[in-house]
């Protein structure tokens, strides 16, 4: 099974500045599908990024941007320029190559990010 | 515009009774989850479907069921409900799983 492990619970950053969450996987697979998504206090669960294993190139979105470390099972998350819209519970996820039987994804337990003003 | 919803947002219900929270999507996708949200423990899947009359376990299905008539819901019943089983329930959604799921607003559920 799959395990997918974020070892900061809590971050705070001031504003503007840049931050990095982390995220590490367990896998055997060699193909798969990795996740950041955001959750800010509505509740609601909005993908921020998507990197596929097989890619080399680290994925981008706008001021979002992954390391990905596919050796060291590694996907952390910066956040550039940070604002204060990006307060929220991040999340990582890890998805297998999904055909059918295989379209589950596996959470972390989450990074509460809180950007100070 | 596609949208899924759940429905109640917040419910508050006495241990023993039984429970369903509903998920209705107009995405048109064939594969539906439900996950719980538990501090600590980031979101586990419950039980999931990847078409009409297929339902699946997840890692913590004991005391939930789901039934899958159409391509549009998935309730979720909690044939008695548990303290144990206060918790933010999210549905979600996918046609294509490698772009991930789209999410309903989540149903925080209280058992007392």
């Known amino acids: 099974a799959q395990t997918v492990t974020q070892s900061q619970p809590e971050m705070s950053v001031q504003e503007a500045e840049t931050v990095t969450l982390s995220c590490t996987y367990d896998t055997s697979e060699s193909n798969y599908y990795l996740f950041w998504y955001k959750q800010p206090p509505s509740r609601q669960m909005i993908l921020v990024i998507r990197q596929e294993a097989y890619k080399q190139q680290n994925a981008t979105e706008n001021r979002f941007s992954v390391n990905f470390q596919k050796a060291a099972k590694s996907f952390s998350l910066k956040i550039s320029d940070s604002q204060l819209g990006d307060t929220a519970m991040y999340f990582c996820a890890f998805m297998k190559e999904p055909y059918f039987g295989n379209e589950k994804l596996t959470f972390g337990t989450g990074t509460r990010l809180t950007i100070i003003p | 515009d596609a949208e899924i919803t759940q429905s109640p947002r917040h419910k508050i219900t006495e241990t023993g009774r039984q429970v369903t929270l509903a998920c209705h999507q107009t995405w048109n996708h064939n594969n539906m989850f439900w996950y719980r949200q538990d501090l600590g423990h980031g979101l586990r899947l419950i039980h999931y479907?990847?078409?009409?009359?297929?339902?699946n376990k997840g890692e913590v299905s004991d005391g939930y069921s789901v039934s899958r008539s159409n391509t549009e819901d998935l309730p979720l019943t909690l044939e008695s409900a548990a303290s144990s089983q206060t918790s933010v329930y999210f549905c979600?959604?996918?046609?294509?799983?490698?772009?991930?799921?789209?999410f309903g607003s989540g149903t925080r559920l209280t058992v007392v």
């Open positions: 479907s990847y078409g009409v009359q297929d339902t």
């Open positions: 979600a959604s996918s046609g294509t799983g490698s772009y991930g799921y789209t």
